[in-house]
Every structure is written in structure tokens, then in C-alpha cells.
């Protein structure tokens, strides 16, 4: 099944998702499918994506709710669960960490303020492994003063990833870019409607030879 289809038939725990992000999270999830995958979802409302993601990937998954409110404690079960804290408290996230091991996936879908976004970011993106994926929804919050962000406002997380683009292309700047653990790790990032995605996946010094015959002698 589909995870739009999921969505549609839902009769579980309220999901409450932007209809574009489910091919979104289709493209860029499905290879987990059926995988020993750990993924962790900033942000849990009711609770019903936790349970969503637990049908689509698997019942090999183990799936990790991260929220400050207590209200959304209940909607962990078998596979789900639910911890609660501050996305951005670097102790409450190692203490994620130390109880559940480095995640394979993560969903920012928490408060959305740029302070926030950039706090989890910092500590769990360079923690993912090789072919993890981490995706920050929501993002038009960027734009908007009230969440900390703003057109060209530096502490937004789009114009932060404006400048990760450059980091991401360092080892082709000739020398004017610094390549540093970003360059090293990450192999793409992806940018919709509110959504960015960054895939793990060492590139660096990999470029494949040219072959095939040229046109011209």
C-alpha cells in the first residue's frame, strides 16, 4: 500500500501531513522498507505518522516519537516509541542516542522555529551512518518572522542549507572552499515545496572514469 493510499484510509491516530510530502517520503524512504531500520520523527502531535511509518516500513522497524508535550506519550506501541523532550537540548538527544542507537532516518516535524531545526541538525545529522536520510518539513515556517526565520534572515535553516549547497560542491572550488565532514558524508540534498531532504552516502574522490567511444578523434 501507498502511504498517500494509508493516509486516505486511515482510521487510527490523526496524521496531519501536507498532501505533497507523501511522494516525498516515498522516494526517499522506500529502500528502508523491510529493513532493521531505526527512524525518529521530531515532533508527534497524536501520533498516527508514528504509526503510519511503522506500516509502511516494516515490521522490522522500530520507530521513535520525539516530543515536548506529555500528551503525545500514549500513542507509543509494539515498535513505537515515544520520548519526551526538547529537539534542541543536545543531553535529551544523546540520551536518544544512548537508549535506541543512531537512527537511520530522521523526520524534524517539531516546532518548526529555526533555533530548533538547527539544534537537532547540529547533533544528529553527523551522527546518521552511510545511506541515512534526514528531512526537515514544513519549512516555509523559514520565511517567517515569527519562527525565526525571514527572506536572507542568516539564522534560517533554507539559507543555511544556501550555504551547504557550496559545502556540499567544496571539493570542485579549486581551493576557494574548505571540504569538511559535510563534503565528506553527504552525497545529495533536495529541496520542494517546505521540504529539504539530505542523503548520507560518501562521494568524495569516487568520480567515475570516462568510457565510450568520443565523437571526435
Given at each position: ?33 523491510g529493513?532493521d531500520?531505526?527512524m525518529?520523527e ?5 501520533g498516527g ?5 511503522k ?10 516519537g520525539?516530543d515536548?508535550?506529555?500528551r503525545?506519550?500514549?500513542a507509543?506501541?509494539d515498535?513505537v516509541?515515544?520520548r519526551?523532550g526538547d529537539?534542541?537540548d543536545?543531553a535529551?538527544l544523546?540520551s536518544?542516542i544512548d ?16 533555533d530548533?531545526?538547527?539544534?537537532s ?6 551522527l ?11 519549512m516555509?515556517t ?5 519562527y525565526?526565520?525571514g527572506?536572507?534572515v542568516?539564522?534560517s ?7 551547504l549547497i557550496?559545502s ?9 572552499l574548505p ?10 540534498m533536495?529541496?520542494y515545496?517546505s ?8 562521494t ?6 570516462r ?6 578523434e
Amino acid at each position: 500500500m501507498s502511504l498517500w493510499l494509508d493516509f486516505l484510509t486511515n482510521q487510527d491516530l490523526l496524521i496531519h501531513k501536507w498532501k505533497h510530502y507523501f511522494p516525498i517520503y516515498e522516494q526517499h524512504m522506500r529502500r528502508f522498507q523491510g529493513q532493521d531500520v531505526l527512524m525518529f520523527e521530531i515532533g508527534v502531535s497524536q501520533g498516527g505518522s508514528l504509526r503510519m511509518w511503522k506500516r509502511f516500513l516494516g515490521p522490522h522497524a522500530r520507530i521513535v516519537g520525539i516530543d515536548i508535550d506529555p500528551r503525545s506519550a500514549p500513542a507509543a506501541e509494539d515498535q513505537v516509541e515515544v520520548r519526551i523532550g526538547d529537539q534542541s537540548d543536545p543531553a535529551f538527544l544523546q540520551s536518544l542516542i544512548d537508549e535506541f542507537g543512531v537512527p537511520d532516518v530522521v523526520l524534524d516535524d517539531g516546532s518548526h522555529r529555526m533555533d530548533h531545526v538547527n539544534a537537532s541538525f547540529d547533533f544528529l545529522y553527523p551522527l546518521l551512518p552511510k545511506n541515512g536520510v534526514y528531512m526537515v518539513e514544513d519549512m516555509h515556517t523559514a520565511y517567517w518572522e515569527e519562527y525565526g526565520g525571514g527572506v536572507g534572515v542568516p539564522g534560517s535553516f533554507i539559507e543555511r542549507c544556501k550555504g551547504l549547497i557550496d559545502s556540499l560542491n567544496a571539493d570542485h572550488a579549486r581551493g576557494a572552499l574548505p571540504s569538511d565532514e559535510f563534503t565528506r558524508s553527504t552525497r545529495s540534498m533536495h529541496f520542494y515545496d517546505s521540504f529539504v531532504v539530505f542523503e548520507k552516502g560518501a562521494t568524495t574522490g569516487k568520480h567515475a572514469p570516462r568510457v565510450g567511444k568520443p565523437l571526435f578523434e
